[in-house]
């Protein structure tokens, strides 16, 4: 808006200049972003965030079939087929590389605290099951929340930092779950994530592309316990 007895030629060239401006901070802060992200590829040192991340984008060099089929698993630390999976998989396969078994993490917690599970009320079940519940979305986002933090949904990039585990719901009214990666999208800032949705796991830009209806970050006990020691 040009303002009351201002030159009408220079109130353009200072509205001008104030869009100029904004547009500029706009493009810095997301400048900055990205390369905070792309710093981080290289110095995220030793720890959680790299060594999930490693684990995760190195599913992505499997082949693996889209198949959510039951199957009996061995227990603890049962899988099935190497070569079949669901978004779940991801998930459990790249926890289990870092030495955290969620079969047997979930089916403890649900074995005690049933109750504030989604089985009965999703599935109509009355006891755990080993083979599926920790393959189960829903049951994942309880787990996350009662042994991890439970973060904001927000629609800012930068609120969701790498080995974050974010869910969506499809719409297909399916839910649906991956890891923030370290790795950003040259053309939207967003960072990438693993999941698999349906070709097999890959790295995506795809963070904002359905709702999002929890973000997570859950540590292992052994990488909280390095990061407390004096």
Not at 4 to 28: D, H, Q, R, Y
Request: aromatic share 10%.
């Amino acid at each position: 808006m040009i303002r009351e007895g201002v030159n009408p030629i220079m109130g353009v060239a200072i509205n001008s200049l104030i869009n100029f401006i904004t547009v500029c901070n706009k493009m810095i802060t997301k400048l900055l972003f990205i390369v905070f992200i792309l710093f981080s590829q290289s110095s995220i040192g030793d720890g959680f965030e790299r060594d999930l991340i490693n684990a995760s984008i190195e599913r992505t060099k499997h082949n693996v079939r889209y198949d959510g089929a039951y199957f009996s698993l061995s227990y603890p630390n049962g899988d099935v087929p190497s070569g079949i999976g669901v978004c779940t998989d991801v998930i459990i396969r790249s926890y289990r590389a870092v030495g955290s078994d969620l079969q047997r993490l979930v089916h403890e917690d649900m074995a005690s605290n049933f109750s504030v599970y989604p089985s009965k009320r999703i599935w109509g079940l009355n006891s755990t099951d080993r083979n599926i519940d920790h393959r189960r979305v829903p049951n994942l986002q309880v787990f996350f929340s009662r042994h991890g933090t439970q973060l904001p949904i927000t629609d800012d990039a930068q609120d969701y930092a790498p080995g974050d585990i974010v869910t969506w719901i499809l719409p297909s009214n399916s839910p649906h779950i991956g890891i923030v990666s370290n790795r950003v999208s040259s053309s939207t800032g967003n960072p990438l994530i693993v999941h698999n949705i349906g070709l097999g796991p890959k790295l995506d830009d795809m963070l904002f592309n359905y709702k999002i209806t929890g973000h997570y970050r859950y540590v292992p006990k052994k990488y909280r316990a390095v990061q407390v020691a004096p």
